[in-house]
Each structure stands twice: as C-alpha cells, then as structure tokens.
C-alpha cells in the first residue's frame, strides 16, 4: 500500500502531537457546552465519540485522496458560540441545539457546492494569509514561554529539549520534547492521576427540535464563527506550506460529516488550522508529497480517542496545561518563522500584513467573531486604503 511505504516514525510522531494537542487544548471547552445544554454524562462522552469518528474517517478519507495532510476537527470558537447560546434568556435545549447544528452543516454544505467560499479565499494575497497564520500560531509560542511562570522547570527542560533536537535530530525534535515533557511532569507530580478512567463509549443519538430562536440564535452564528474563525486560517494554512488544496469540496465534506453525526453530538466539522501547521511541517516527513500520511496517523489517533470518548478525555485531561502549550508552541516555531517570512517578504503588502498578523495576534472579539477574521479584513481594508488607485511608481516620477 503506498501510504504505508510513504510513512515514517516522523509521520507517525507529528500525527500523535497533532492529535494530542487537537484534543488536549479545547477537550475542557467542548464539555463545557456539551453541560450548557443539559447533557448528561453519557450524552457528553457521545459528543467526544462522535466528533473523533467525524475527524479521524474525514482526515483520512481527504487526505488519502487529495495526498495532502488535511486535517479534520472540531470548531473551537464554535463551541464557545454554543456555550453562550445556551446561556442566553430562555436557554436552548439540547434537541433544538441538535437542530442547529443541522443548520449549520447545511449552509457548510452550500458554501462548498456554490463555491463561494473558494472564490473568496482565492482573492486573498499569500501575504495577508500568510500573516493570518502567523498571527493566529504566535499566541501559542507566547503561552509555551508564558508557562515558566507557573512550571519554570517543565518548560526549561522542554525548550532545552527543543534546541538539542532542532540541532541533532531535527525530525524528532517535537518527540522529544513531548517525552521529556511528560518525565518531568511525572517526577514533578504534576500528572492528575485522579482523572484517569476506563471503558469504550456509545453513541447517544438526540432527535433534533426546530426552533427559528435556536436556528438564528445559534446555528447560523456558529457557521459565520466556524468559517471566519477556522475555515480561513485552515486553508491558509495548507497553501502556506505549499499546497493547493480542493477548497469547495473541503467544505462540501465538512458540512456533510456535520450532518451525519449532528445527532451524536458532532457539532460542526472544518479544517483544522494550528494542528495543521504540525503536520505540514518539515518535522513531519522530509518529502512534502508524504506528509500526508502524518494526517493519515493523526485521523487513525481522532477514531480511538473518539472510541474511548471519556476514557480519553479523563487521560488527556491528566496533563497539565503547561505541558500540553508548551508542545504545541515549540512545534510551530518553525512554521510561524516562515509565515512572518512570507507576510513581510514583499514591499507593497508589508504593512498590511502587518495589521493583519497584530489585530490575530490581539484576540480581539467582535460581535461573537473571532480576532482570525478580523485580522483578514483589517488587513484588507489597509490594502484598499493604499493601493486602490494609488499612481504607479512610474507614473509619480514622470513631470
């Protein structure tokens, strides 16, 4: 089988971290909405199951296709979105959250068969995108450092770790800082022993509710924030790296994963940004024609963790939060470099994709959508603002 003679240990580390980071930073959030609307403790862990089986079947099956790394997840500010709609006046159910969940996979499905959203993501300059990507990985690299006020030593030892490996096993450096990383968490008894448990999960299915309030209260919000917030930057985030990625069918796909397992808890699928950074890098295969099967890992990772639902959460719940940043931040390090790189590389565009890459790197919030999306329109307003109709050099030097 090819993609099992395109693999390498490489591969297989980058797809365990992006998996591990995936779920670890944003597992506590999802939960926290799943309790919003009232879900039982077995409704919650089908949340988990259902958005596992939802990225691990939709990472392969694209990735296997396209032979790019594409990564499949759940929407992070789109469960924020659920969270604060549930606690709104009046309260949504969880059957009518169910129905707006089907909502919004639907108008996912149209943004990818209109194509729509591929017109647009083509009319944004590799400059801006770039930054777009910069900006949303920077804060990461900032928390991993900001981590040594409360874990000097666990952080110390995972930057160390990162230097000696970028330097002597620059492909596995990620791993080992990981390993590192949890030794010390061990000796330091920083590990939550308390929240490890057992045993598979089963899927609860929730027959949805129609509601116009939960449908324009929710559903529709959760798309804008899903498409703003990790949409954009997912796709940056592949032609970045220096792929070109279906994006219509990638959409088309997402909404219709959305609305398969919607009853299940699988609230919104969509591309994966900063995971996805991980995978695309050089620390995932030397060879970018097989970096796919880093993805191809990480989706096999996505279906057992979905399998052991809240086994899997109490495990990965385990790790301190230092920990789980610091991996991540060290890992993008690279890709970041590279995204300032490509913003700031060209003399026209430089201060807008400056604007671009601080109004991400903010975390501004406005109006539920998230600092991604208007990172991307400051920018574009900035590049407006200068060019549009500006005179050509040569013409301003003309008498």
């Not at 129609?210 to 959760?222: F, I």
């Not at 009853?263 to 695309?280: C, R």
Request: aromatic share 10%.
């Amino acid at each position: 089988m090819r993609a099992a003679a395109d693999s390498s240990f490489a591969a297989f580390a980058a797809g365990f971290v992006a998996t591990l980071v995936g779920f670890t930073s944003t597992i506590a959030l999802v939960f926290h909405a799943a309790q919003s609307l009232g879900a039982t403790p077995a409704q919650a862990a089908s949340w988990v199951w259902a958005l596992g089986i939802g990225m691990g079947v939709g990472t392969i099956g694209l990735s296997l296709w396209t032979r790019i790394p594409i990564l499949i997840t759940w929407s992070t500010p789109g469960a924020a979105v659920i969270a604060a709609a549930a606690g709104g006046a009046g309260g949504i159910t969880m059957p009518e959250a169910v129905g707006a969940f089907l909502v919004c996979g639907l108008l996912m499905l149209l943004s990818g068969l209109t194509g729509w959203f591929e017109k647009l993501m083509n009319r944004i300059p590799a400059t801006l995108a770039a930054a777009l990507l910069a900006g949303i990985l920077t804060k990461f690299a900032l928390m991993a450092f900001a981590g040594t006020t409360e874990h000097p030593l666990l952080v110390v030892v995972m930057f160390a770790l990162y230097l000696l490996g970028r330097r002597f096993w620059p492909r596995f450096s990620v791993l080992g800082v990981l390993a590192g990383g949890v030794a010390v968490a061990v000796a330091q008894g920083l590990l939550n022993t308390a929240a490890f448990n057992g045993g598979l999960t089963s899927p609860v299915l929730v027959m949805p509710a129609w509601s116009w309030q939960a449908a324009l209260g929710m559903g529709v919000p959760l798309f804008i924030v899903t498409m703003a917030s990790q949409a954009v930057p997912g796709v940056a985030a592949i032609r970045v790296a220096g792929y070109k990625p279906p994006v219509s069918p990638m959409m088309s796909w997402s909404g219709v994963f959305t609305l398969l397992l919607a009853p299940f808890g699988g609230y919104t699928f969509n591309l994966a940004a900063i995971t996805a950074a991980i995978v695309t890098s050089p620390h995932a295969h030397a060879e970018p024609g097989k970096r796919y099967t880093a993805a191809l890992w990480s989706g096999l990772f996505y279906i057992a963790m979905g399998l052991l639902g809240s086994a899997v959460a109490g495990v990965l719940a385990a790790f301190p939060h230092t920990l789980v940043i610091g991996v991540a931040g060290l890992a993008l390090l690279g890709t970041i470099g590279g995204g300032l790189a490509t913003a700031l590389s060209g003399i026209a565009h430089r201060e807008a994709a400056l604007i671009t890459f601080l109004v991400t790197l903010s975390g501004m919030t406005l109006w539920g959508v998230g600092s991604a999306f208007w990172g991307l329109v400051a920018g574009a307003i900035a590049l407006f603002v200068e060019h549009y109709r500006a005179p050509s050099p040569d013409s301003a030097d003309s008498p």
